[in-house]
Structures are given as structure tokens and as C-alpha cells.
């Protein structure tokens, strides 16, 4: 089978430089892609100029680059595509295999993905209006736009988007889809193992008719980054807490680590458990556990134990399975050491006390960290912490992991502390009005919904056309005809 080259895309332009990268198939000692790697001067040079790209977009009606977004969707999903500056040819299902191949994830969870993200590319047309509340895309197109009777008119905060991607979850490209509909083009730092999908998005917008100039696509080491980060207007960086704490007080840069999301039963609806059951296992479980608003704690006034034998008991069944097989529902590691890290930092925790391993008897003697066909797992394990303190009580890890934890109601609030997104169980309304109120919670979902509830008019990470845009005053006394 021919090996893919992945070139650098600079301005949408071809570009192959010297540096080069083998993507290993797991388990094999096979390439399943060469990269080219950008230099922190280059791409410095490059953002240095990004006011041409940015004129590209400009020229383009926006209503029209939302009707090309949605075009763009379909050739997600169902277009071959090219790969590289050879073009090699890639089809959904040829996308599907070089993903899992070298990020470990089951085709089962990758059609998933690529379905939800083509969910996100049509709603893009809604998105834009849930985060511009209400404006007419028309008012991108000029200076200024009479809405409602009243003048507004909003200019760019930069030229271009960089985004710092992980290798961990392709639905994340998902986020800075919608800045082409609001003529801001991208550069894309891609993570290691996961080139594909970024790369993918980018040929389906420029098939949809969307200018080749408005992308940027920069396979790059740590100075890279960093080069994005430092000269970008503004920048998504993904990572962990010690990559994204250093840019957090940054407003040029918009974090996305771990999110500790959680699942509140509430005083009222504790004793109704059990009706909550599917929704603590899925907010746990979905997308093998790899997103920052699946839930990594179940805090509740009552019934830990219980809750947290109910909740392992049902994640028992996702084991290791070959990548093809349909019921495969569990994520593999591409690099076997996050894998150790996670599994020794779990086994530490337990070491300390106060913490115990629920799934531990249901596993029946299998270890947490096992191995198949060359992969590397970790098998769902659900803990049951005294405080919510404890090192395993409010962390997040890369899989199906979550601790359960009592306390009293009302103490619920003051003790979880940053959460991306909490499902609070509850129709007490004098506590759902706290729960409004606390500023806290980026991600509020009040009632039997879970912790991956969204409503993508809804950002539950920042709001993408504030941050790409400022409101300003306008007083004009002539326009010409």
C-alpha cells in the first residue's frame, strides 16, 4: 500500500521541507504516513503575513461561506479526498483505517466522530447565530449593519485563528470550524499521531469552493507551538494543565485542558437513583471517556457505594477489542507510556488510602492496563473516594474513569471547583438558582441530561465569535450609493 506524505500547507500552497516524520502503524513496523515538519522561523515568516489570507476570506460573502461550510460537510463525510501533495487518494473509509492505525481509536468511535463533526459543519449557520446572538451574517460583509433599528458594526481582533490540536479525539477539530464562515482563516498545528482529520477538513473546505489561501496547516515540534502561540492574534490551544496554565491569564488564547466535568444529584432525586443510571454511565463512557465533558466525578448526598458498584458494573463490557470489530467501545494509547503514567498515578492514589478501586472484583483479576494486537489500554475503573480532595477525586484521566463521592447538598457548590461542564439532577429551584448563579460552572445542564449534552448554539468552551471579534462605535453621516 502506498505511504502517504503529508506536506505542509502554507497559504494553502504545497510545501515540503527537509524535516520528516514517520507515523507508525501501533503494533507494527510499518509507516502508515511521512510528515513534513515545519521550523519555528518559517512559520513565524508566515504569520508575518497573513493579511493576504485574510483579504481572501473578506471577499467572499459570508452567507456564502456558510453555504460552503455546509458543503464542506458533506465532503467530510462522504468525499475521497487528497493526501498530500501527491494527492494520494483517501476515502471515508480509507480515513477511518489510517486514524485508527496510528491513534488507537476503534472504527466504531471514529464514524462516530466523523458524523458528529459532520452534525457541527450543517449547524454552522445556527452556531453563528447562538454565538453572535442573533446577528445577521450580512453584518461581516461591511462596515456596519443596521439590525433592529440600531447600528452596529464589528472588526476582526486578528487575521488569523492558530490552533494548537491533540492527538486524542478528532472531534475537537470540530471548535475551530465555524472561523471560516466568519472570514478568519486557520493555521493548524496537528498532534503527532492525528494529521488526518484536520487535514481532511481542510481539502473538504477547499473542494466546497472555501480559498486555499484562508489554511495553514503546520506539522511542528514543541518550538512550533510555541511559535503559533507567540504570534498568532489569536490562538485554541488544547493540552494538559501544565500546557494550558501557562496561557490561561492570556487573552489572546483560548485554553482547552482538562475539563473535571461532573454529575450533581441533587437532595430531590437521589432516592431515584437508579432512573439516572444510563445517564452517569454514558456521561462517563462516551467517546471511549476522551472528551473534556465526559464526567470524571459523581458527587451525591447518598448511596455512594451504591451508585459507584452500579456504574462499575455496567462499564465491565468495555474491554479491548480489534479495531474493526463493531462492539469495539474502547480506546487504545498510541504511545504506551500515557498509558503506564495514568495506570501507576491511579495506583498511587489508591496507595495513599482513603480511596478504593470498584471495578477492581469485577475485573476478576485482569490488571487495569492491558494489551492487545500491539495496543495499549486501560480498562474502565470507577473509584469511590472519602473527599473529594483525595488525588483520584477530582482529576480526569484519558478514559472511562470516574470517582463517586458524598457530601451534603449543600456543600456540593463550594467543593467541586472549576467545572467545565456539570449535569446537576435536580428540580429544586431554589438550588437550581445557585447553580445558575456560580460562576464556576463554564457549562450548566440543569436536569436528566449528561455531562456531552450540547447544543452547539451554546459553546461550552468560550464564545468563538467574541473571541474573533470586538463590537465597536460607529457614527457614519454619508454612505456612498
Known amino acids: ?250 487573552p489572546r488564547v483560548e485554553v482547552h485542558g482538562a475539563g473535571r466535568s461532573k454529575i450533581l444529584l441533587g437532595d430531590d432525586e437521589i432516592e431515584n437513583w437508579r432512573d439516572y443510571l444510563d445517564i452517569m454511565v454514558h456521561s462517563v463512557s462516551a467517546n471511549s471517556g476522551r472528551s473534556c465533558i465526559n464526567a470524571s466525578c459523581i458527587v451525591v448526598p447518598k448511596y455512594g457505594d451504591e451508585i459507584a458498584a452500579a456504574v462499575a458494573e455496567r462499564l465491565v463490557g468495555m474491554v479491548p477489542r480489534d479495531a474493526e470489530d463493531p462492539e469495539a467501545n474502547l480506546s487504545g494509547f498510541a504511545n504506551p507510556k500515557m498509558s503506564e503514567w495514568i495506570d501507576g498515578a491511579i495506583e498511587s492514589g489508591l496507595a495513599q488510602g482513603g480511596a478504593r478501586d470498584i471495578s477492581l472484583a469485577l475485573r476478576k483479576g485482569e490488571p487495569r492496563y492491558q494489551q492487545l494486537a500491539g495496543m495499549h489500554y486501560l480498562v474502565p475503573t470507577i473509584t469511590r473516594c472519602d473527599s473529594i480532595e483525595h488525588s483520584l477525586g477530582n482529576t480526569e484521566f484519558l478514559f472511562p474513569y470516574a470517582s463517586v463521592i458524598e457530601m451534603p447538598q449543600v456543600e456540593m457548590l463550594g467543593a467541586i471547583g472549576k467545572s467545565l461542564a456539570v449535569a446537576a439532577i435536580t428540580r429544586d429551584k431554589a438550588w437550581i438558582d445557585e447553580l445558575i448563579a456560580a460562576s464556576h460552572i463554564e457549562r450548566l445542564n440543569v436536569g436528566p441530561m449528561a455531562t456531552n449534552h450540547v447544543e452547539w448554539d451554546q459553546p461550552h468552551e468560550g464564545n468563538l465569535f467574541e473571541f474573533l471579534y470586538k463590537r465597536r462605535s460607529i457614527q457614519v453621516a454619508h454612505v456612498a450609493a
Open 1 to 250: 500500500m502506498p505511504v502517504p506524505t503529508i506536506t505542509v500547507l502554507r497559504n494553502g500552497a504545497y510545501y515540503r521541507s527537509l524535516d520528516t516524520q514517520s507515523i507508525p502503524r501501533l503494533g507494527t513496523e510499518e509507516t502508515a504516513a511521512t510528515v513534513t515538519f515545519a521550523n519555528s522561523g518559517l512559520i513565524k515568516r508566515d504569520l508575518a503575513s497573513m493579511a493576504a489570507a485574510h483579504a481572501a476570506l473578506r471577499k467572499f460573502k459570508a452567507r456564502d461561506l456558510l453555504d460552503i461550510t455546509l458543503e464542506a460537510a458533506d465532503h467530510f463525510l462522504n468525499s475521497t479526498l487528497p493526501v498530500g501533495a501527491e494527492e494520494y487518494p483517501q476515502s471515508p473509509d480509507d480515513y477511518v483505517r489510517a486514524l485508527s492505525s496510528t491513534g488507537g481509536l476503534p472504527h466504531s468511535l471514529l464514524r462516530m466522530n466523523m458524523k458528529r463533526l459532520h452534525h457541527v459543519l450543517t449547524q454552522v449557520p445556527t452556531i453563528f447565530k447562538g454565538l453572535s446572538r442573533g446577528l445577521d451574517p450580512e453584518a461581516l460583509d461591511s462596515g456596519f449593519y443596521e439590525q433592529n433599528g440600531v447600528r452596529v458594526s464589528f472588526t476582526a481582533n486578528t487575521d488569523v485563528l492558530g490552533v494548537v490540536l491533540p492527538s486524542n479525539s478528532p472531534a475537537v477539530n470540530a471548535l475551530w470550524a465555524p472561523s471560516i464562515a466568519m472570514k478568519i482563516p486557520v493555521i493548524l498545528k496537528p498532534g503527532r499521531e492525528e494529521p488526518w482529520t484536520p487535514w481532511r477538513m481542510i481539502q473538504a473546505f477547499i473542494k466546497a469552493g472555501a480559498p486555499r489561501e484562508a489554511f495553514g496547516f503546520y506539522p511542528a515540534d514543541h518550538e512550533g507551538s510555541n511559535a503559533i502561540i507567540r504570534r498568532s492574534g489569536r490562538v485554541m490551544l488544547f493540552g494538559g494543565d501544565d500546557t494550558v496554565r501557562q496561557h490561561e491569564n492570556d
